[in-house]
């Protein structure tokens, strides 16, 4: 199956050093957090730590729909990933599809 192009922007990320994955290293960050992916198979209770985090960094969530997010950052168990780029984020959220979507908290469909 081939890559999508977020998936690729996302490798970049992983390959600069620019995404910290974990809700616990997410959430020590300080500051430079531009976008957050959350995986679809994630509890709700981690999906409302999501949305608090997004309100805490001034951010969009994407959620990463289809295929397991550890599977794109290759990250065990990773259900919340933070891009620290500002550039990538952005090339991220102009390239999501129906694989990636953008998340404003709430059910799923």
């Known amino acids: 199956m081939q890559r999508s192009k977020a998936e690729s922007y996302i490798g970049f990320c ?7 994955c974990g809700f616990n290293a ?7 957090v531009f976008l957050l992916l959350l ?3 994630a509890s709700e209770n981690a999906r ?3 949305v608090s985090l997004q309100k805490k960094f001034g951010c ?10 550890e599977d794109v950052v ?8 933070a891009v620290r780029d ?8 102009s390239s999501t ?12 469909r």
């Open 74 to 81: 290759g990250k065990p168990n990773c259900k919340l990933a």
């Open 48 to 50: 409302k730590e999501a």
């Open 26 to 32: 997410v959430a020590s960050q300080k500051k430079d």
């Open 60 to 69: 969009a969530v994407v959620l990463v729909r289809g295929v397991p997010l």
């Open 14 to 20: 992983i390959r600069a050093g620019k995404l910290t």
């Open 39 to 41: 995986c679809e198979t």
């Open 86 to 93: 500002e550039n990538l984020a952005k090339a991220i959220l």
């Open 97 to 108: 599809d129906d694989r990636f979507i953008n998340y404003s908290g709430g059910n799923i």
